[in-house]
């Protein structure tokens, strides 16, 4: 009798064996051929911040279809991994973790922070990474790539330069969210809006001639402390 079969599928029994398969035999690898037309997609870098979610899987498995279909069609593809440092989202995550060890910034200094923080993406990034693997995500992991990389670096700077060189980059006054906490900025992006109940205030302020119909200007406000630039 032949081997019987399982009553339920059993992936790791054979993902993990195909997978390694794929890659020892380069399956996945792409160099330059200009026989072929080229297809590339540049991964969009996941935070390193934790793990992978289903927003993260479902965009992944997108690029994953598009790349086979085109290495299939006999296209030059070459679909690159990598990860993003997300520098500020980290920080909070790596200093939340050191408030559990009753350690802080100013403990550790700069470089000891820093080396907090390359511990942080060796084991996050790594884990980021294997779980690609575990989906059985078809990168030319040969080529991976890290935002804080040397290349990486040299890439944002010159391209930024470029824009700065256009008129497209430029300082300006802008209205900004603050973190008091970590002493920096935040994009939009980082920021979680809370609505809450709060209270108004009305000051009246006189007039220096008054008369029957005018006797002074009523200001409504949520923020009593900007009181006196409102007098001003």
């Given at each position: 009798m032949?081997?019987?079969?399982?009553?339920?599928?059993?992936?790791?029994?054979v993902e993990s064996r195909l997978y390694d398969f794929w890659q020892k035999n380069g399956y996945f690898h792409a160099e330059p051929d200009k026989s072929k037309k080229p297809y590339t997609i540049v991964m969009p870098p996941p935070n390193i911040t934790g793990q992978l979610h289903?927003?993260?899987a479902l965009d992944n498995t997108l690029q994953d279809i598009l790349t086979r279909f085109r290495r299939m069609q006999g296209y030059c593809t070459l679909w690159l991994p990598g990860t993003d440092h997300a520098s500020i989202a980290t920080e909070a995550k790596i200093v939340a973790a050191m408030a559990e060890?009753?350690?802080?910034?100013?403990?550790?200094?700069?470089?000891g922070f820093l080396e907090r923080a390359w511990e942080w993406k060796k084991?996050?990034?790594g884990r980021i990474t294997e779980q690609l693997r575990k989906m059985g995500s078809s990168c030319d992991w040969s080529r991976e790539r890290f935002t804080m990389d040397e290349g990486c670096n040299k890439a944002v700077k010159a391209a930024f330069i470029k824009l700065?060189?256009?008129g497209?980059?430029?300082?300006?006054?802008?209205?900004?969210?603050?973190?008091?906490?970590?002493?920096t900025s935040l994009s939009d992006a980082e920021v979680e809006h809370e609505d809450k109940n709060g209270k108004y205030w009305y000051f009246k302020y006189p007039a220096a001639c008054p008369t029957e119909d005018f006797d002074g200007i009523i200001v409504a406000t949520s923020r009593p402390e900007t009181m006196f630039s409102d007098e001003a």
């Open positions: 032949g081997k019987k079969l399982d009553k339920t599928y059993e992936p790791k029994s289903m927003g993260h060890e009753g350690v802080t910034k100013d403990d550790l200094g700069r470089e084991v996050y990034g700065y060189q256009k497209l980059i430029y300082r300006g006054n802008r209205l900004v969210n603050w973190c008091p906490q970590c002493g």
